[in-house]
């Protein structure tokens, strides 16, 4: 909470971005879900997690080729130290109902070096309290916590742009119970709405965005408010 940094807007201007820079932008966005939940030193709250993703957004999404993108993520995962090995992790049940969704990871789009640090990291994922999310009482649905609103910023930049789409496509992935019900396949729907997003010229063009995406959720319950 000290870290103040992007208070004032995140000071990324990206548009128009070409194919490869529309990969880069979906990779880095998953990326990012993954480490907010899983990595230790993030999901115990040790940094501002909205302000480190603006500190490595541009260098990543403006990667000439995935080589290049997976060397800059891999030299941004290791600025966080080294994890050490869980023993409380486990396997995920056989019969879970809804199973945690890594084929990202081991895509043959993903350098070998990268999906070993992804794997290891989900090996020896965080245990215990996390920062970002909690459950409420009673009931057991998650708890977003410690989320910055920005309610200052109707109409933020393209780095804000993109962390509110960052945010909901992965407390989706990773906590919604409709994930596989969903008319679209949630892993493809990231990738959909990157041109979206960065391409919003207007507050009402973002709004828009916003509210397309979550109807692609299908679920009555979310909605904008505010």
Request: glycine letters at 6%; aromatic letters at 14%.
């Amino acid at each position: 909470q000290k870290d103040k940094e992007f208070d004032n807007g995140s000071s990324i201007s990206l548009s128009n971005l070409t194919q490869q820079q529309v990969e880069n932008a979906t990779i880095l966005g998953k990326v990012w879900g993954f480490l907010k939940y899983h990595h230790p030193e993030i999901a115990s709250g040790n940094y501002n997690w909205d302000y480190e993703l603006f500190r490595v957004m541009e260098p990543i999404i403006l990667a000439e080729n995935a080589s290049e993108r997976d060397f800059k993520i891999l030299e941004w995962i290791n600025n966080y130290g080294a994890i050490k090995p869980c023993k409380k992790c486990k396997e995920t049940a056989p019969d879970a109902v809804v199973k945690p969704d890594h084929r990202w990871m081991n895509s043959a789009t993903l350098s070998e070096a990268l999906q070993k640090k992804l794997q290891y990291i989900y090996n020896n994922r965080h245990q215990g309290k996390q920062y970002y999310i909690g459950e409420f009482s009673g009931v057991g649905n998650p708890e977003f916590k410690n989320e910055n609103s920005y309610t200052s910023m109707p109409y933020p930049d393209s780095g804000f742009r993109l962390l509110t789409l960052y945010r909901l496509w992965n407390s989706v992935h990773y906590f919604s119970p409709n994930r596989e019900i969903t008319d679209k396949d949630w892993d493809m729907v990231l990738k959909e709405y990157v041109p979206e997003f960065v391409g919003a010229t207007n507050e009402l063009a973002y709004e828009l965005a916003s509210l397309q995406l979550i109807g692609d959720m299908k679920d009555t319950h979310s909605n904008l408010w505010g």
